[in-house]
């Protein structure tokens, strides 16, 4: 078995190795996107999971939208979302991320949401109008959803599902023997039967790992193993950065070399599509996954 390098965190203290170090957001399009945000009053994960690639993003004119709120009811050790009870949610959300989605002029449009498991159906009507109403104001527009765990109602998935999205992702996060540690209210097993339920319902299937909390490769292996048999189009994978001191701490900083590794394997094993590096998250270079 090929031995890549792997850089620990405590060779890494005093700083990030180079390759973790991304630019600031600047530029005319990053200006236009951060006011079409303010002025619809917007939510996107871009700022509250303090995405790396915010700079390269919005500078092309992009951005993933968080709907129902920025207030997540779940309390994932990774995550820099804010947790609590949310606020009641706003019904005219859909109406004005379309519109804003329209402005923007985008030809891929990505869209999240934090997790309400105080509603009954996880908001998945609003899922369904934001969705329908890009449609009805951007046609040429592809979207991809961004889903949450809706833990085993289907009811709800298949309602998020189906306002005629071409990309569907719902984000595994880890392997399977840290899910108690790095998502205590997810279950690994559950997760794959929401993507394989998905595919089944005829979507384009998608999720994303972070890594360097301490994974091996073999359950690395095991993950991309498990998303093939479940029905995975594409996986993306990419170095998991600890968000404040509160959060999950680094465990190792993974080497380029070794996410190229992982790409290899990852098509090796049945997935059509794996977006690997440092940097990569759950939306970078979406457009590029619609149609493979």
Known sequence: MIELPVISEEATRRKK???????????????????????????TICESGNCPNMGECWGAGTA???ILGNVCTRSCSF???????????DTDEPRRVA???????????????????????????????????????????????????????WDALYRMIEGGQEVVSH??????SLYRRVRPQAKYERSLEQIKLTKGFGKRTKTGIMLGLGETK???????????AH?????????????????IEVAEFIHPELFAHYREEGL???LKYVESGPLVRSSYHAERHVNV
């Open 17 to 43: 190795p180079d390759w973790l170090r991304v630019k600031l957001p600047v530029g005319k399009e990053y200006a236009k996107v951060r006011k079409l945000v303010d002025e619809h009053k917007l939510h």
């Open 64 to 66: 993933t939208f968080m």
């Open 79 to 89: 995550c820099a979302v804010a947790t609590g009870r949310p606020p009641e949610y």
């Open 99 to 153: 519109e804003a989605i329209k402005l923007m002029g985008v030809k891929h449009a990505v869209i999240t949401s934090v997790n309400r498991d105080e509603l009954k159906d996880r908001g998945a009507e609003i899922w369904y109008q934001t969705v329908v109403q890009t449609k009805e104001l951007s046609p040429e527009t592809t979207i991809e959803t961004l889903i949450p765990d809706v833990k085993s109602n």
């Open 171 to 176: 984000n595994m996060e880890t392997v399977g």
């Open 218 to 228: 073999e359950e690395v292996y095991t993950a991309m193993d498990d998303l093939a």
């Open 231 to 247: 029905g995975c189009d594409i996986l993306t994978l990419g170095q998991y950065l600890q968000p404040t001191k509160m959060h």
């Open 268 to 270: 090796a094993r049945g």
